[in-house]
């Protein structure tokens, strides 16, 4: 189970790391996963690129995608 939990916080991190970053380029995208991470939009800035910052804070319970597909063409 600590193993699993090491996982899961470590790939959060790197979510939240990432879509830090990412805010520039894709906004609607990036803000979706720090929604999703429970991040205060006071928490979303470059000062806060320290990797364990992540407190454990209660994910969002949304599951739709995303990312969308696209519809398939005829």
Do not use: C, M, N, W
């Not at 959060?12 to 830090?20: D, H």
């Not at 000062?47 to 804070?57: I, R, V």
């Amino acid at each position: 189970q600590a193993q699993l939990d090491t996982v899961l916080y470590v790939t959060f991190e790197s979510l939240r790391l990432s879509s830090i970053l990412l805010q520039p380029v894709i906004p609607e995208l990036a803000a979706g996963v720090l929604d999703r991470l429970g991040l205060q939009h006071s928490e979303r800035s470059t000062a806060h690129l320290e990797f364990g910052l992540l407190d454990g804070q209660a994910l969002s319970g949304d599951t739709t995608p995303l990312i969308q597909k696209p519809p398939q063409a005829a």
